[in-house]
């Protein structure tokens, strides 16, 4: 079936760095991507909506500044963490809506922040 | 706006017993979609069955099946014959049916299979 392949799994940076988190689309195009958040023992919540060739739509309460989000082709989109701080660490994982359409939505296997 | 919500937040379970996940949800959508992921330690997403809010029978892939009682806006998750691999996060979500594409996720529901 269709895969989402996220990179990378973990990653721990130091405060203040900025961190990058790939996100593809493996064998079909996907114009549109979405970047959840999901603090331990919590559910996911909905970061912002990834459109290739045009800006992303965030979520209330999301700093777009903070997370910038670039979807430059049909299978990559980046979420970057800037000026990183240890209240952004988390787990952060996005999400593919397969190919010819369907219902299903495809996740990434997630990336584990911590910023120390 | 959309709202799931799941009641259990672990439940215990012997193998190859059948379990059921409660998932209750609101919307004022008059079609929606109804998923259930599983999520593993490693933190995948796994997706597992899907329900069409206009679909007149209950879904069912293999093992898992989905009770969808429209009136009492309940979609449960029904696993037979559980087995070790299943003891994970157990999360319910929803969308619109058409236009916007954003899940609402339940809180979800740890499941661990007793051996």
């Known amino acids: 079936g269709a895969v989402v392949s996220q990179h990378p799994s973990w990653v721990i940076c130091k405060s203040g760095t900025s961190v990058k988190i790939e996100c593809r689309s493996l064998?079909?195009?996907?114009?549109?991507m979405f970047w959840y958040r999901q603090f331990p023992k919590q559910s996911l919540m909905l970061m912002a909506t990834?459109?290739?060739?045009?800006?992303?739509?965030?979520e209330q309460g999301v700093e777009k500044d903070k997370f910038l989000i670039n979807h430059a082709s049909l299978t990559l989109s980046t979420l970057t963490v800037t000026s990183a701080h240890p209240e952004d660490s988390s787990f952060y994982i996005c999400?593919?809506?397969?190919?010819?359409?369907?219902?299903?939505?495809?996740f990434g296997s997630g990336t584990q922040l911590s910023v120390l | 706006a959309q709202k799931i919500t799941q009641t259990q937040p672990g439940m215990f379970v012997q193998e190859k017993e059948a379990v059921t996940l409660d998932c209750t949800y609101d919307?004022?959508?008059?079609?929606?979609?109804l998923f259930w992921y599983k999520q593993p330690s490693s933190g995948e997403m796994i997706f597992l069955i899907y329900q069409g809010s206009y679909d007149e029978q209950n879904a069912t892939e293999g093992r898992y099946s989905l009770n969808f009682q429209k009136a009492r806006k309940s979609a449960n998750l029904v696993i037979s014959a559980s087995q070790l691999g299943d003891s994970a996060m157990y999360f319910c979500a929803m969308r619109p049916q058409f236009g916007n594409e954003k899940l609402t996720f339940g809180t979800g529901t740890r499941l661990t299979i007793i051996p």
């Open positions: 064998d079909f195009q996907a114009t549109t």
């Open positions: 919307t004022s959508d008059q079609s929606y979609g």
């Open positions: 990834s459109n290739e060739g045009s800006k992303a739509t965030y």
């Open positions: 999400s593919a809506r397969g190919p010819a359409g369907g219902e299903k939505l495809f």
